[in-house]
């Protein structure tokens, strides 16, 4: 089982009280959390980075729709993605499809991604997390140190429609990945990366 990478305390109150993700299922639709729409609808790129400036407007969008993403709500997160034209912006849209269970539609959007600095980063905490001579580790959809989106969407659909022996691995890693992307979008959007 993988561990979590970021915990939500490295972020501003207002939202790490929206980063619940120890109870995020990260693999399907879900049920949406309707206790949290009313916050989710109040935020603005200033409110997602809790009153840092804000020097990437996309980037802070990115974050918006990455929560929107994490208490289910798929319609309102791709409604924010779609307008995103980044590869952030791909990123959050390719997950939001993925999860919807419109694979083919997934990858599209994860090609348009190209190579995320993001991508690196879950392919390392990927490997550091799992030991070498874990059959979890031979499964992770890497290839030549390269993090290799489209057969990731593949191993979640196999998780989704029945794998359950793969289905623990997938959400880990979908979890990772949420807070990996998440964390870059957030720091890109208060110019602690470029």
Known sequence: MLADCISPSAYPSALAD???????????????????????????????????????????????????????????????????????????????????????NAKYWFRRVGDHPVFSQLADACQRQLSEDSKELAALPIEAGNWDASAFVDMCESAVRGDREGSALCQGIARMEWQLLFDHCFRAAVGQIE
Do not use: K, N
């Not at 916050?39 to 400036?53: N, V």
């Not at 918006?64 to 912006?89: K, P």
């Open 18 to 104: 929206l980063m619940l993700l120890d109870q995020a299922a990260t693999l399907d639709a879900g049920i949406y959390e309707d206790q949290h729409r009313s916050r989710l609808e109040q935020l603005t790129p200033t409110t997602a980075c809790a009153g840092q400036q804000v020097i990437d407007p996309s980037s802070a969008a990115c974050c918006i729709s990455g929560l929107w993403l994490l208490h289910h709500f798929l319609d309102e997160s791709h409604r924010v993605s779609q307008d995103i034209s980044t590869s952030s912006g791909s990123f959050w849209h390719g997950i939001m499809h993925r999860r919807e269970g419109d694979y083919s």
